[in-house]
């Protein structure tokens, strides 16, 4: 179990497993925390999952365009 802060200020325990995620074409473990105090299924970390990807957003189009790219670490 692990304690962790939101934007809100509000600190949340979280439950951590360690799971596979298909993103991006790959298989990807990743460590996802999980709490009854949050309003979505799982917490994706910028450590270890997000730190890996590189995401980008365009609302400029219709419909708007989201692509991952994995990064390349050398």
Do not use: C, H
Request: charged share 25%.
């Amino acid at each position: 179990m692990e304690d962790t802060m939101g934007v809100d200020g509000k600190i949340t325990k979280l439950y951590l497993q360690r799971v596979s995620i298909y993103v991006a074409g790959s298989i990807e473990s990743a460590l996802v925390g999980f709490s009854d105090e949050l309003p979505l299924a799982g917490l994706l970390g910028r450590r270890g999952f997000l730190d890996k990807y590189k995401f980008t957003y365009d609302y400029s189009t219709n419909p708007p365009q989201f692509e991952i790219l994995k990064i390349a670490r050398a």
